[in-house]
């Protein structure tokens, strides 16, 4: 009987119920949408760095991390790629010479990272190959050697396909190296500072003109992302000289991202929650004072406090119980939606690129986060209607039948 | 059998002090048809309020049968109202999300009777105020004397030693008022229920079998009477 009163009690003020359940779900879809966007936003960084220029996994010469000298080449390049390529887990694996350079144009000149590539191997690594003008990943070239740069740097030396451009640079011994390049194709990813300093050519072209007959990095895809960890802990065990590191130490702003993104939803949820609990605190006061009279005649007749505190939390619970639901299935609706067509950011591509991130958001939540935000909304209705409910139980039911 | 032993109540009623009981005595019998009258301000309300334990004298002693009930804690004089109790409001009162059954049935599913023994009586009690066709109605699709009436079957829906009403006239016509005092006499009557009324009201006054005229906090006067009543 109490659950039915309760039930029927929210529905007395249709109007006001309405409003406080609208309210209730309009800030639980507001929140998870915000959370799923971000979330959405934060993943395709992640996933962006991964794919452009991180990957799964990085080997490099533990020297070459601290002096970045060209001769700190990585030991036993061979068995590792040899080690590598047996696991069945590998995906791609490339080894990549990295020479800082100096380039210039006819138009503009800029410092760059030269990396030198196997095409082939790279494109089991990155996705470079796919973001390409005209789909020439170094592979038709015609007597120069050929170089892809990105769309940034090409504004930027006013160069465009089939531009001669020439890049200096030290080679071994330290002697300094001057070679001409053709560019074969253009490129751009989502992250333009990545862009601005990054330069594409072939291995064997590099080492002709560096001396250099080794690479610096050995970049690592795998096919299943969640064997990271024990991987590189196999790795560390065959090869315990080499700096070997998973793109969570490699690229450590993005998990600092990840631990942001968190606490960003936390802080969202508490605003989330609190909103709620002030808009219950207010529609059940309001209830209580404006039942006064007949909560006071329940308690005459013979309805003890603990029966009313409780009517009172029922009805809150119910209120929330309603809200909820529809909040969570609007949410769950616009997120299945968009996160298969995409949110168009277009009109803000340039700021996003320069943060990594594509100009489509598709927002994505954790399953995970309907139950919390299902438990957090009950919990807080809960808590928010003890105010009210206690106000009920301070009535005295002599004065209410006589003054209300 | 109520007994109510110089009962002395004193309201704050701002910064003046308002002395609402001035040393009642009073004993009311099993089935007695009672009637507690006089102006407003008088301390009808509050004698019943008193006596039904909604609120406490600051001194005098209130026995409703052996039970003292100052000596019970909130909760115990909760249930005892509950269980020995009736109340009709001046205002009916009754919960208005729920229907006619529904509000009578309410207080015997506090006492945790089952759906027989509540069914029964629900049915019973309807019928003897002559409601049974308006079961499913809610408050407010009834008149002023058909709540008042549902009311009165609340009331004696706990099988409760005894019934107070305050006023419960107060808002109705003479032809509902009429049909309330035949109902609740005939309880009386043929049930034995003990009914204590506060009323200014001489249609209720006119049929009651005892006559308790209060005036500033005071018994002025305590009259039986033959009923005379057809």
Same mark, same amino acid.
């Given at each position: 009987?109490?659950?039915?009163?309760?039930?029927?009690?929210?529905?007395?003020?249709?109007?006001?119920?309405?409003?406080?359940?609208?309210?209730?779900?309009?800030?639980?879809?507001?929140?998870?949408?915000?959370?799923?966007?971000?979330?959405?936003?934060?993943?395709?960084?992640?996933?962006?760095?991964?794919?452009?220029?991180?990957?799964?996994?990085?080997?490099?010469?533990?020297?070459?991390?601290?002096?970045?000298?060209?001769?700190?080449?990585?030991?036993?390049?061979?068995?590792?790629?040899?080690?590598?390529?047996?696991?069945?887990?590998?995906?791609?694996?490339?080894?990549?010479?990295? =020479?800082?350079?100096?380039?210039?144009?006819?138009?503009?000149?800029?410092?760059?990272?030269?990396?030198?590539?196997?095409?082939?191997?790279?494109?089991?690594?990155?996705?470079?190959?796919?973001?390409?003008?005209?789909?020439?990943?170094?592979?038709?070239?015609?007597?120069?050697? &050929?170089?892809?740069?990105? !769309?940034?740097?090409?504004?930027?030396?006013?160069?465009?396909?089939?531009?001669?451009?020439?890049?200096?640079?030290?080679?071994?011994?330290?002697?300094?190296?001057?070679?001409?390049?053709?560019?074969?194709?253009?490129?751009?990813?989502?992250?333009?500072?990545?862009?601005?300093?990054?330069?594409?050519?072939?291995?064997?072209?590099?080492?002709?003109?560096? !001396?250099?007959?080794?690479?610096?990095?050995?970049?690592?895809?795998? !096919?299943?992302?969640?064997?990271?960890?024990?991987?590189?802990?196999?790795?560390?065990?065959?090869?315990?000289?080499?700096?070997?590191?998973?793109?969570?130490?490699?690229? &450590?702003?993005?998990?600092?991202?990840?631990?942001?993104?968190?606490?960003?939803?936390?802080?969202?949820?508490?605003?989330?929650?609190?909103?709620?609990?002030?808009? =219950?605190?207010?529609?059940?006061?309001?209830?209580?004072?404006?039942?006064?009279?007949?909560?006071?005649?329940?308690?005459?007749?013979?309805?003890?406090?603990?029966?009313?505190?409780?009517?009172?939390?029922?009805?809150?619970?119910?209120?929330?119980? =309603?809200?909820?639901?529809?909040?969570?299935?609007?949410?769950?609706?616009?997120?299945?939606?968009?996160?298969? !067509?995409?949110?168009?950011?277009?009109?803000?591509?340039?700021?996003?690129?320069?943060?990594?991130?594509?100009?489509?958001?598709?927002?994505?939540?954790?399953?995970?986060?309907?139950?919390?935000?299902?438990?957090?909304?009950?919990?807080?209705?809960?808590?928010?209607?003890?105010? &009210?409910?206690?106000?009920?139980?301070?009535?005295?039911?002599?004065?209410?039948?006589?003054?209300? | 059998?109520?007994?109510?032993?110089?009962?002395?109540?004193?309201?704050?009623?701002?910064?003046?002090?308002?002395?609402?009981?001035?040393?009642?005595?009073?004993?009311?019998?099993?089935?007695?048809?009672?009637?507690?009258?006089?102006?407003?301000?008088?301390?009808?309300?509050?004698?019943?309020?008193?006596?039904?334990?909604?609120?406490?004298?600051?001194?005098?002693?209130?026995?409703?049968?052996?039970?003292?009930?100052?000596?019970?804690?909130?909760?115990?004089?909760?249930?005892?109202?509950?269980?020995?109790?009736?109340?009709?409001?001046?205002?009916?009162?009754?919960?208005?999300?729920?229907?006619?059954?529904?509000?009578?049935?309410?207080?015997?599913?506090?006492?945790?009777?089952?759906?027989?023994?509540?069914?029964?009586?629900?049915?019973?009690?309807?019928?003897?105020?002559?409601?049974?066709?308006?079961?499913?109605?809610?408050?407010?699709?009834?008149?002023?004397?058909?709540?008042?009436?549902?009311?009165?079957?609340?009331?004696?829906?706990?099988?409760?030693?005894?019934?107070?009403?305050?006023?419960?006239?107060?808002?109705?016509?003479?032809?509902?008022?009429?049909?309330?005092?035949?109902?609740?006499?005939?309880?009386?009557?043929?049930?034995?229920?003990?009914?204590?009324?506060?009323?200014?009201?001489?249609?209720?006054?006119?049929?009651?079998?005892?006559?308790?005229?209060?005036?500033?906090?005071?018994?002025?006067?305590?009259?039986?009477?033959?009923?005379?009543?057809?």
């Amino acid at each position: 009987m109490i659950f039915k009163i309760a039930f029927k009690n929210i529905w007395r003020n249709k109007l006001r119920s309405w409003t406080v359940i609208t309210a209730i779900a309009l800030g639980i879809f507001g929140g998870l949408a915000v959370i799923s966007t971000a979330t959405g936003l934060s993943e395709m960084r992640q996933n962006n760095a991964i794919r452009t220029y991180v990957s799964h996994l990085q080997i490099h010469d533990s020297a070459y991390l601290k002096y970045g000298a060209l001769d700190d080449t990585i030991a036993k390049e061979k068995d590792i790629l040899k080690f590598i390529k047996k696991n069945s887990n590998t995906a791609g694996v490339s080894a990549r010479l990295r =020479i800082e350079s100096f380039v210039q144009s006819a138009g503009g000149t800029s410092g760059i990272l030269l990396n030198g590539i196997n095409p082939t191997d790279e494109k089991r690594v990155t996705i470079i190959s796919e973001m390409l003008q005209e789909g020439n990943f170094l592979e038709d070239f015609n007597r120069k050697p &050929p170089i892809l740069i990105s !769309q940034k740097l090409a504004t930027k030396l006013n160069a465009k396909v089939k531009t001669t451009i020439q890049c200096s640079f030290t080679g071994a011994g330290g002697l300094p190296v001057t070679g001409v390049f053709k560019v074969v194709d253009i490129f751009s990813t989502s992250n333009s500072m990545y862009d601005e300093i990054n330069a594409f050519v072939r291995i064997e072209d590099l080492r002709a003109m560096s !001396q250099v007959y080794g690479s610096h990095e050995i970049a690592i895809t795998l !096919q299943d992302e969640e064997q990271v960890e024990s991987f590189r802990d196999e790795l560390i065990e065959h090869f315990p000289t080499h700096h070997i590191a998973t793109w969570r130490g490699i690229a &450590p702003e993005l998990g600092y991202a990840d631990k942001m993104m968190d606490l960003v939803m936390t802080i969202f949820l508490i605003i989330i929650m609190l909103a709620l609990a002030f808009g =219950i605190v207010n529609t059940m006061l309001m209830a209580v004072l404006e039942r006064k009279k007949e909560l006071g005649m329940l308690i005459s007749v013979g309805m003890n406090k603990q029966k009313v505190f409780w009517m009172i939390v029922w009805e809150s619970i119910f209120l929330a119980l =309603i809200a909820g639901p529809l909040g969570i299935a609007a949410s769950f609706l616009a997120i299945q939606f968009f996160g298969r !067509q995409g949110i168009d950011l277009s009109f803000a591509a340039e700021g996003l690129r320069s943060v990594g991130l594509d100009s489509i958001i598709y927002p994505k939540l954790n399953p995970v986060y309907y139950i919390v935000i299902g438990i957090l909304v009950v919990i807080t209705a809960i808590i928010s209607c003890i105010y &009210p409910a206690k106000k009920a139980l301070e009535l005295n039911p002599s004065e209410t039948l006589r003054t209300a | 059998m109520i007994q109510v032993t110089d009962i002395q109540k004193t309201y704050n009623d701002g910064k003046v002090q308002v002395q609402a009981l001035r040393g009642i005595d009073l004993v009311i019998k099993e089935g007695e048809f009672t009637a507690i009258v006089g102006p407003s301000g008088s301390g009808k309300t509050t004698l019943l309020n008193i006596i039904g334990g909604l609120d406490s004298p600051n001194y005098g002693k209130v026995k409703i049968g052996n039970t003292d009930i100052a000596q019970l804690t909130e909760n115990e004089l909760i249930d005892f109202r509950l269980n020995h109790i009736g109340f009709v409001f001046q205002s009916y009162n009754l919960i208005p999300v729920l229907t006619a059954k529904e509000n009578v049935e309410f207080l015997m599913l506090l006492q945790k009777k089952d759906d027989k023994e509540r069914n029964e009586r629900t049915t019973k009690l309807l019928v003897s105020v002559g409601l049974e066709d308006q079961i499913n109605k809610k408050p407010n699709e009834m008149s002023g004397g058909q709540q008042q009436r549902v009311a009165v079957a609340r009331a004696l829906a706990s099988k409760p030693d005894f019934v107070l009403a305050d006023e419960p006239t107060a808002n109705l016509d003479s032809t509902a008022t009429a049909n309330l005092l035949d109902i609740m006499l005939r309880l009386n009557q043929e049930e034995n229920i003990t009914f204590i009324f506060s009323t200014h009201d001489q249609r209720v006054i006119d049929r009651a079998r005892r006559v308790i005229t209060m005036e500033d906090g005071k018994i002025l006067s305590d009259s039986m009477k033959q009923m005379t009543d057809k």
